[in-house]
């Protein structure tokens, strides 16, 4: 009987695994076929400063909504972009609208956009980001390219090179989801980032458990002794925020102050921040 039933799970599991394989490799050529259609969309989190709670600037979150399938989320389909190549072509144009978008502001707000380690093994990834700037007018110094320290794991001198090239543009450096990896001080030490991002996972404890602040105080006053600015991401309560106020964390960004929208959704704030500086 036991023997009937391995011989069915087998006959059954077979076919449920090519199902699967068929369907993620269905999704890779939708994928493909979606770049540069309306499928793909940037949506803008701002990011504010502590201290005054004033914006100063957004992260570019790539968004996928599949004609059939409705939202893909990004942990989904940027591995798969990963895996196929499509990365290229699609980091190429969240570049440049990314670029383009913050290049009509008429404010000095940041503009962050994420960069997987697929493009730093393109050989053009420099041209890339340059052309992207004189297309669009953008100020160098307004671009912020985020990475992670997976960059590092593999090919770390050619990723140091290729991040020195970025920053002889003028773009600034920043490291993303820091303190998640393996060696994030070691990263930290071989490449002079222009921020750092502490990863929401640690935000989180704060207030959970007595210790839980200790990391995000920790790696604020690293940021501190090292020169380099803070932002705290994932910030969802006003005790994370009175946390980081306390700490005197530089910069924030989380869904207490506003989630990842379309720009459209930001105008009123873009608008009032014209105000401030004008004022
Ligand atoms: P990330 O770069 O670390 O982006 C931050 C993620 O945290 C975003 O998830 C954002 O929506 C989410 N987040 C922000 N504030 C909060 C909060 O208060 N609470 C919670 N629970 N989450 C918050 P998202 O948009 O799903 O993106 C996930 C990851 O996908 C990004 O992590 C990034 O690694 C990748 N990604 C997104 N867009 C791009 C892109 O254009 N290119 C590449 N290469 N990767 C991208
Ligand atoms: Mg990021
Ligand atoms: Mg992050
Ligand atoms: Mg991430």
Redesign the pocket.
């Known amino acids: 009987r036991a023997k009937r039933d391995g011989k069915g799970g087998y006959r059954f599991f077979k076919p449920e695994m090519d199902a699967a394989a068929r369907e993620r490799h269905q999704l890779a050529l939708d994928l493909r076929a979606a770049i540069g259609t309306p499928q793909f969309a940037l949506h803008y989190?701002p990011q504010f400063e502590v201290a005054t709670g004033r914006a100063c600037g957004f992260?570019?979150?790539?968004r996928w909504t599949h004609p059939i399938r409705g939202a893909i989320?990004?942990?989904l389909f940027?591995p798969l972009a990963e895996e196929t190549g499509a990365?290229l072509p699609l980091?190429e144009w969240?570049l440049r609208e990314a670029c383009r978008e913050a290049a009509t502001w008429g404010l000095p707000l940041g503009i962050a956009?994420?960069?997987?380690i697929a493009q730093f093994r393109q050989a053009d990834l420099c041209d890339v980001v340059r052309q992207a700037l004189a297309e669009t007018g953008l100020r160098p110094d307004r671009l912020e390219l985020?990475v992670t320290e997976s960059l590092f794991l593999n090919s770390a001198a050619r990723s140091q090179e290729v991040l020195g090239d970025l920053k002889a543009l003028g773009v600034r450096i920043s490291m993303?989801?820091f303190g998640t990896g393996y060696s994030s001080l070691a990263t930290l030490q071989s490449f002079p980032f222009d921020k750092i991002k502490i990863d929401?996972s640690f935000v989180g404890q704060v207030g959970v458990t007595s210790k839980g602040g200790a990391i995000v105080r920790a790696i604020i006053s690293l940021g501190e002794s090292l020169g380099v600015p803070v932002i705290a991401?994932?910030?969802?309560t006003e005790e994370q925020l009175a946390f980081l106020r306390r700490h005197r964390c530089a910069e924030m960004?989380?869904?207490?102050r506003g989630m990842?929208r379309p720009i459209a959704e930001y105008l009123p704030l873009l608008a009032a921040e014209v105000d401030l500086r004008v004022a």
Request: a negative charge.
């Open positions: 989190q992260e570019a979150l790539l989320p990004p942990t940027v990365i980091g969240v956009v994420n960069l997987s985020e993303d989801d929401r991401e994932g910030i969802e960004q989380g869904y207490l990842p």
